[in-house]
């Protein structure tokens, strides 16, 4: 069973037009409302494609409602922890011949016996799943709500090491930082992310399989990376696996890094080698861009374009390279992080 904490869930409002111009008035072509979040991204996804997940998130008021009506109707396994406060909206906005323009909100602040109920929510639940018998991972994923302090992630690291439960993060900025200190099982950022973390610039396939070796260095077990055009780059203990899907058909991008990492975690559950599992993160996300909304189905079809390489061509240049920090930003993001442990 994969259980996905989602500390800041979403509302996803996507609203289709056929054009758009700035200062007018723009008409809505179609539109629509899910339960959103990345670990309930993430949830869902593997819950429509056969896979067992369970999604633990806060939600409180009219709109925590909402989001947990919708994913009731779909059927996934949920535990959602009452907040008394509102679920964020954020709004996705889909202009033909152009990527999805995000539009988010930040979220409310959690009182402190919430997180801790969040904390103690999840303990029960992997302690449920181990006691059955059930191989269980844990999915930490996305941002938290506005004062939460770095460290939740960190708080659940902790409690996944001490079940013996494999643990994944995706998140950014100083929450990732603050849980690579920690030492995760496995990481899964973008291009951006990884430069920001390894203090490097990336600019090729084997800048990205360097960069992860120095996060490998600081303890993280694996890091499954986003590389948008270019595709996915698994770095771990047995070395480097580029892949990549070719005539991918791109409606909506957004939720792809998600679908990728639901893909991944599915083939981990159905125990498959390092190869197999990049496959099946290649194969959802490529899916999952092919459609308006975060709701997708696998296309097996997919399946005969989707290549996997280890002796890809280091020198090859990425797509979108990325610049990794400053070095003052580098000492000023690991005091904060300290200031956190």
């Known amino acids: 069973m994969i259980v996905t904490v989602t500390p800041s869930p979403s509302i996803d409002w ?15 072509a179609s539109k629509s409302r899910e339960a959103s979040g990345k670990g309930i991204n993430v ?17 409180g008021k009219e709109t925590g409602r909402f989001l947990v009506t919708e994913l009731q109707a779909q059927d996934v396994r949920i535990v959602s922890v009452e ?10 906005l889909l202009v033909p011949g152009h990527s999805g323009t995000k539009i988010n909100e930040t979220g409310t602040a959690l009182p402190g016996h919430i997180l801790e109920q969040i904390l103690s929510t999840c303990r029960t639940t992997l302690k449920q799943g ?3 018998g059930q191989p269980v ?18 708080k659940l690291i902790r409690l996944g090491r001490e079940l013996s439960v494999p643990t994944v993060v995706d998140a950014s900025g100083e929450v990732l930082s603050a849980a ?37 260095a600081r303890g993280v077990g694996s890091v499954l990376a986003s590389l948008g055009a270019d595709g996915m780059m698994l770095i771990d203990a047995d070395g480097a696996l580029h892949g990549q899907a070719d005539r991918v058909k791109v409606v909506n991008t957004v939720g792809a890094g998600d679908a990728a990492l639901a893909g991944f975690l599915a083939g981990l559950a159905v125990q498959g080698d390092r ?11 490529s899916s999952a861009v092919g459609h308006e909304t975060t709701l997708f189905e696998v296309d097996p079809s997919i399946a005969r374009r989707i290549t996997i390489d280890a ?6 240049r990425l797509t979108e390279p990325s610049a990794g920090p400053s070095r003052s930003a580098i000492q000023s993001t690991n005091r904060a992080v300290a200031a956190n442990i």
């Open 130 to 132: 181990i006691d059955a």
């Open 43 to 59: 949830s869902v996804a593997l819950h429509r494609n056969g896979v067992e997940t369970l999604a633990v998130f806060p939600a």
């Open 275 to 285: 190869a197999a599992c990049l496959r099946s993160a290649l194969l959802y996300a």
């Open 14 to 28: 996507t609203v289709n037009v056929n054009s758009f111009e700035f200062a007018a008035v723009n008409i809505v």
């Open 83 to 92: 907040s008394g406060q509102d679920v964020r909206t954020n709004i996705t």
């Open 180 to 216: 690579i200190t920690e030492q995760p099982d496995l990481i899964k950022p973008n291009v951006h992310e990884l430069a920001h973390e390894a203090g490097r610039n990336i600019e090729t396939l084997g800048d990205v399989m360097a960069a992860a070796q120095d996060l490998r």
């Open 311 to 316: 002796g890809f061509d280091t020198a090859f």
């Open 137 to 154: 991972m844990m999915a930490i994923c996305g941002s938290l709500p506005p004062g939460t302090p770095e460290q939740f992630h960190r």
